[in-house]
């Protein structure tokens, strides 16, 4: 409500550029970015998962043996898999996550520069680029 009071009184006074609306875009974007990757990172995280822990027992680090893995079929009744299943072509390439991080970690940034052009009286109704991690 503040930020919206604020950017009013810049509209009245003639003020071409809107710190407010600037803040507001960038902090956007990057709460966007960070989606988009937290996405790449969680279908990487189910692969991992699938392959190196789902129904692993004590001692043994090899229930990618137990894993059903879509791409390769499943025979009903075969003892080996178990009900934890997978896709590998969900899997993200490295550059995908890659290219994620980069442009989270540049969106990020570009929030910490706005805000050091943010007035003070704007501030106090705007949540920190802290808050964005």
């Not at 919206?4 to 407010?20: L, S």
């Not at 894993?67 to 079929?73: F, N």
Request: hydrophobic share 35%; net charge positive; proline share 4%.
């Amino acid at each position: 409500m503040f930020l919206e009071r604020q950017r009013t009184r810049w509209a009245r006074i003639g003020a071409n550029h809107d710190p407010v609306r600037e803040y507001l875009e960038a902090y956007n974007a990057c709460e966007d970015s960070a989606k988009k990757a937290q996405g790449l990172v969680d279908a990487l995280e189910r692969v991992v998962y699938g392959l190196s822990r789902a129904a692993a027992t004590a001692g043994r680090n090899d229930a990618w043996k137990r894993t059903q893995i879509e791409e390769l079929g499943y025979t009903v009744g075969d003892e080996r898999a178990l009900s934890w299943s997978l896709s590998l072509t969900e899997m993200p390439s490295a550059n995908e996550i890659l290219g994620a991080l980069r442009e989270w970690h540049e969106k990020r940034r570009r929030v910490d520069e706005v805000w050091g052009k943010l007035p003070a009286e704007a501030r106090t109704g705007a949540r920190p680029p802290k808050s964005l991690g």
